[in-house]
């Protein structure tokens, strides 16, 4: 089962504009990681939010995380054809469990 | 430096056949991961290894699925009488630090079965 679901499933912006994607889960968490899907190929982690943190960010990436609401975006400013892909949450439940990826959501960037 | 290599790229075999799957993970990273992706839908797991051993098996869909890694590093995914079900990208990754950190993925091997 999938313990993290991204929203929205697809998203299509111009190039320039912002991109936020969601992530809701059911459990605590030891910590929650974003990464990206280029077509055809493998995932490559983007960023990394521990259940003690609230906000993170690393260059044109911003995580947030909410622990309450058991949710977190992920806000790509700026944004480039380059940045056409497919994006994963993950959660970590500690050290007993494996990392759990949502379904993921599409992104779109058009010139 | 080299990523997570994974062979073939893309493997046909015909239902009820065998196959297997190579992962050569980023020298030095002990702990090695496979997972499974349909089309449309996030890696599902199905088997960790921390060193020789499998830590955690429990993402194997039933008995047709095996996996090794001997010398802990290669570690190989078997499939044995391939259903059409099976059809999908598997994905291997690895880590050096302990579980829920990030993973290094390669680039997958497409499996199709007719």
């Known amino acids: 089962s999938q313990q993290g679901e991204e929203d929205p499933q697809a998203l299509s912006i111009q190039e320039g504009e912002n991109a936020t994607m969601n992530c809701s889960y059911k459990?605590?968490?030891?910590?929650l990681q974003w990464y990206r899907q280029n077509s055809g190929r493998g995932l490559v982690h983007l960023i990394l939010i521990r259940s003690n943190e609230r906000e993170k960010h690393s260059g044109r990436l911003r995580v947030t995380l909410d622990t309450s609401k058991k949710s977190s975006s992920l806000l790509i400013t700026a944004s480039r054809a380059a940045d056409t892909a497919s994006y994963f949450c993950a959660t970590d439940l500690g050290s007993y469990s494996t990392l759990t990826f949502g379904k993921g959501t599409m992104l779109l960037v058009s010139p | 430096g080299a990523g997570v290599s994974q062979t073939p790229s893309n493997k046909v075999t015909e239902k009820g056949k065998y196959v297997e799957l190579r992962c050569d993970p980023i020298s030095g990273h002990t702990a090695l991961y496979w997972y499974r992706q349909s089309l449309g839908q996030g890696p599902e797991f199905l088997i960790y290894?921390?060193?020789?051993?499998?830590?955690?098996d429990s993402g194997l869909p039933n008995d047709r699925f095996f996996a090794v890694r001997p010398e802990g590093s290669v570690s190989t995914l078997k499939i044995q009488r391939t259903e059409r079900g099976d059809s999908a990208v598997y994905l291997c990754?690895?880590?050096?630090?302990?579980?829920?950190?990030?993973?290094?993925f390669g680039n997958g091997t497409r499996l199709t079965v007719t």
């Open positions: 990754a690895s880590s050096s630090l302990a579980r829920g950190s990030p993973l290094h």
């Open positions: 459990t605590s968490i030891n910590n």
């Open positions: 290894f921390q060193g020789t051993g499998a830590a955690d």
